[in-house]
């Protein structure tokens, strides 16, 4: 029987998010910082057997406008990893963890929402 190989699951959710959000999306914030961007990155997980994994990604979402529109980010990007997450092809399942909570940049003070899930993916061949 062939090895089964599990996904980059942040490469799949960043390219799933950037079809759900005008905002900039990635594992890092750039430099300068984007008005609206979402970083969503690996914050645990691991194989529950050799064909399934339990990945947990967390989702931090801001904007230079204010808590209003760094909510309506999160929003948005919460309503497609769990309603939407079929059109990303290995994922079997959604579950939150935790929803949308305030979280303003610590350095700037900025507003910002974070929420993170926990994906069941199948691995591939």
Same mark, same amino acid.
């Given at each position: 029987?062939?090895?089964?190989?599990?996904?980059?699951?942040?490469? &799949?959710?960043?390219?799933?998010?950037?079809?759900?959000?005008? !905002?900039?999306?990635?594992?890092?914030?750039?430099?300068?910082?984007?008005?609206?961007?979402?970083?969503?990155?690996?914050?645990?997980?691991? !194989?529950?057997?050799?064909?399934?994994?339990?990945? $947990?990604?967390?989702?931090?979402?801001?904007?230079?406008?204010? +808590?209003?529109? !760094?909510?309506?980010? !999160?929003?948005?990007?919460?309503?497609?990893?769990?309603?939407?997450?079929? $059109?990303?092809?290995?994922?079997?399942?959604?579950?939150?963890? +935790?929803?949308?909570?305030?979280?303003?940049?610590?350095?700037?003070?900025? +507003?910002?929402? +974070? &929420?993170?899930?926990?994906? &069941?993916?199948?691995?591939?061949?």
């Amino acid at each position: 029987m062939p090895a089964v190989e599990f996904p980059d699951v942040e490469a &799949m959710c960043l390219a799933f998010a950037k079809t759900k959000t005008t !905002a900039t999306v990635g594992t890092k914030v750039k430099t300068p910082r984007p008005s609206r961007y979402a970083r969503i990155w690996r914050t645990g997980g691991g !194989a529950v057997n050799r064909v399934l994994e339990r990945v $947990q990604i967390t989702l931090t979402c801001g904007a230079v406008a204010g +808590s209003v529109e !760094a909510l309506a980010i !999160a929003r948005d990007l919460r309503g497609a990893f769990l309603n939407e997450y079929t $059109q990303m092809p290995l994922v079997r399942g959604v579950e939150e963890v +935790s929803g949308p909570h305030y979280d303003p940049d610590p350095d700037t003070a900025e +507003s910002r929402y +974070s &929420m993170t899930f926990i994906l &069941m993916v199948r691995g591939k061949r």
